[in-house]
């Protein structure tokens, strides 16, 4: 019951939301190119349908892949700085730098040195950028977070520094990890959107490449799809990772 | 035989900023010995454990010990179990973290665990157990290394009044079958002279030892011995050296 009613008031909201947006565009008469009745975004939605699924896959491909290319990294880093606390007092203020930098204040030197044929290298480099951080920041954390009783019981034994990282810092770490990856996920999305804007080219066609080439010629229904595409994409992956990271932290707890 | 399993002398624990924290203090533990540390919180009784774990190096004196590395264990005051873990991984750890193979480590943990009567819970993670078993296999990952000297934390403190005494029956049966030298931190009077040969009692910081006594009984201990005279005045000479060292200024 309870479910149901979850489900079901947000959507009556959206409903209600949808339904006064309509009728005000049609009593005021508001012009189409200014902002379209929620039908009118709908008919854009389906008749748009091959082209816009084929620029979400795009930009989702593109996200995941910088995803993976910023797990990889920020995981591999984690790992040096762990065992090496020079290491770590020497990376951090870099990697600092690099998360308060605004990406589209980079984004035109990456599109540079990725090659402007090669848009969607650029985009996938900025969303790993952008990706980077929250796992570093999750794997430094999860790694120091480790029981310190457990870390004595270590000491106790004699256990050497990978010895401790293997069989304690990193299984410590898993619910940090996991975290990190949901927080990622999201800004890889809004990282290779940011970052096809910048790059400005079609070169990628992904989802962000739509609703400029809408904006340009005004057909502002079809930018509205294509919000309505992205917004449903992000969604659903924000959705996928919280349902992961909570089947991660079952398995890590057994419950 | 050796004379001591480990020894603190003059051991003084001085941190930065909050000047000395304990001692000085001299404490030798015999073989097979059961010693209760008792005191004021704060008075460093969990310290002066630590220094004996080797866990914790002393600012002034000397700790030695005849115990050689893994031939001591810790049950801490939370059970402190990896909960990606199940009980018999975690009661193994200590001997693959000593070199031991997976498969012999695993083996012997699960024997330990039958010690503790949780054979049958061997594949539980510890989210799925009771408090009282989860220390109970925190018990078990102390004893798998079969330690000379056994150091125990306020080990039954987060439980209840049933299953502390449960529990300190069952250390004093295990203790029984390999006799280990076993010092204990208590804040609970009784249960120091239940269980142990030798109560230690601490005055408030700087820790030092405000007095010692010796506790006379059957050993294993059977439960009417709560209720004998000698236990009563024991407790009783215990609480009034107690209550001297909590008047102790700071």
Redesign the interface.
């Known amino acids: 019951m309870k479910r149901l009613a979850d489900l079901l008031a947000p959507l009556i909201l959206i409903i209600a939301l949808l339904g006064a947006w309509e009728a005000a565009c049609r009593v005021l008469e508001v012009p189409a190119y200014f902002l379209p009745t929620p039908s009118a975004v709908a008919t854009s939605l389906w008749a748009d349908a091959p082209t816009l699924l084929t620029s979400a896959y795009n930009t989702l491909a593109m996200a995941l892949a910088a995803l993976v290319l910023a797990s990889l990294s920020a995981q591999a880093l984690a790992l040096l700085v762990a065992l090496s606390p020079i290491l770590e007092r020497a990376i951090k203020p870099l990697a600092v730098v690099l998360q308060v930098t605004p990406v589209v204040a980079i984004a035109p030197l990456v599109v540079i040195w990725a090659g402007i044929d090669n848009p969607e290298r650029a985009i996938i480099a900025l969303a790993a950028l952008v990706a980077f951080f929250p796992i570093f920041s999750g794997a430094i954390t999860g790694l120091k977070a480790a029981?310190p009783?457990?870390e004595?019981?270590?000491?106790?034994?004699?256990?050497g520094r990978v010895?401790r990282l293997v069989?304690?810092r990193l299984?410590s770490a898993?619910p940090f990890l996991l975290e990190g990856h949901k927080v990622a996920a999201g800004l890889a999305l809004i990282g290779a959107v940011v970052a096809e804007f910048v790059a400005g080219s079609g070169g990628a066609q992904g989802l962000a490449w739509r609703i400029l080439e809408a904006g340009n010629r005004l057909q502002t229904a079809r930018m509205f799809a294509a919000l309505v595409v992205l917004g449903l994409m992000g969604a659903l992956l924000y959705a996928g990772l919280a349902r992961l990271e909570r089947s991660g932290l079952r398995w890590?707890?057994?419950? | 035989m050796e004379p001591f399993v480990a020894e603190l002398a003059k051991v003084e624990v001085e941190y930065p900023g909050s000047g000395l924290a304990l001692g000085p203090v001299d404490l030798a533990l015999s073989p097979g010995e059961i010693t209760a540390l008792v005191g004021p919180s704060g008075c460093g009784k969990s310290t002066a454990l630590?220094l004996l774990?080797?866990?914790e190096a002393p600012t002034g004196g000397e700790v030695r010990r005849t115990t050689r590395?893994?031939e001591?264990?810790?049950v801490?005051q939370?059970p402190?179990l990896?909960?990606?873990?199940?009980a018999r991984d975690n009661v193994a750890?200590?001997l693959?973290?000593?070199g031991v193979s997976r498969r012999e480590a695993r083996s012997k943990a699960e024997q330990a665990l039958d010690r503790v009567g949780l054979a049958s819970a061997a594949g539980?993670?510890?989210?799925?157990l009771s408090g009282g078993m989860a220390m109970r296999v925190s018990l078990a990952r102390a004893l798998v290394?079969e330690p000379r000297l056994l150091l125990l934390d306020e080990p039954f403190a987060a439980l209840d009044e049933i299953t502390r005494r449960a529990l300190a029956d069952d250390v004093l049966r295990l203790w029984a079958e390999t006799r280990p030298a076993i010092v204990f931190v208590t804040h609970s009077v009784e249960e120091a002279v239940y269980m142990a040969s030798r109560v230690v009692v601490f005055s408030r910081g700087p820790g030092r030892i405000a007095g010692e006594m010796n506790v006379t009984g059957p050993t294993p201990r059977p439960e009417a011995f709560r209720t004998t005279a000698g236990f009563r005045a024991t407790v009783e000479a215990v609480s009034t050296v107690l209550a001297k060292g909590m008047e102790t200024p700071a």
């Not at chain 1, 004595?152 to 256990?159: K, P, V």
């Open positions: 029981d009783d457990l004595r019981l270590f000491d106790l034994y004699g256990a010895k069989r304690l299984p898993v890590w707890r057994g419950r | 630590r774990a080797g866990l590395r893994g001591s264990a810790v801490f939370a402190t990896a909960p990606w873990l199940s750890l200590p693959e973290l000593s539980a993670r510890p989210a799925q290394t």
